[in-house]
């Protein structure tokens, strides 16, 4: 019976250690969203990825050992590709949002004639 009270013990202190990691590691974060690169894991984690994440979950991601803060150099590299790849997706869209106007024949002769007129 004492076994199971100093395990639920040691379970309590890891929690508030594992929080107060959390709570370190996220005060240190000054902007909203904060740039980490992942770690290969054992569920299939990739190494080396970028993402942008909030900061209480790049807090966690961090204290979890699943990802590291990228370099100022890395983020706004990051920045970078992630602006560029909205420009080309609105382009992209812009283009596809083409009008189109179909005018009847009958219309188009009148206009025409109005035009040379």
């Keep these: 019976m004492c076994s199971g009270l100093r395990n639920q013990t040691d379970a309590t202190m890891n929690l508030r250690s594992y929080y107060q990691k959390m709570r370190e590691v996220e005060a240190r974060f000054t902007h909203p969203f904060v740039v980490l ?7 299939g984690g990739k190494e080396g990825l970028l993402t942008e994440v909030p900061k209480e979950l790049a807090a966690k991601m ?3 050992g699943r990802a590291h ?32 106007t179909l005018v009847p024949t009958a219309e188009l002769m009148k206009a025409k004639r109005l035009t040379k007129e």
């Design 37 to 43: 690169v992942s770690h290969a894991t054992s569920d």
């Design 69 to 100: 803060a990228a370099s100022d150099d890395a983020a706004r590299e990051f920045h970078e590709k992630k602006a560029e790849a909205k420009r080309a997706a609105d382009s992209e869209a812009a283009a596809n949002r083409m009008q189109v």
């Design 62 to 64: 961090i204290a979890d």
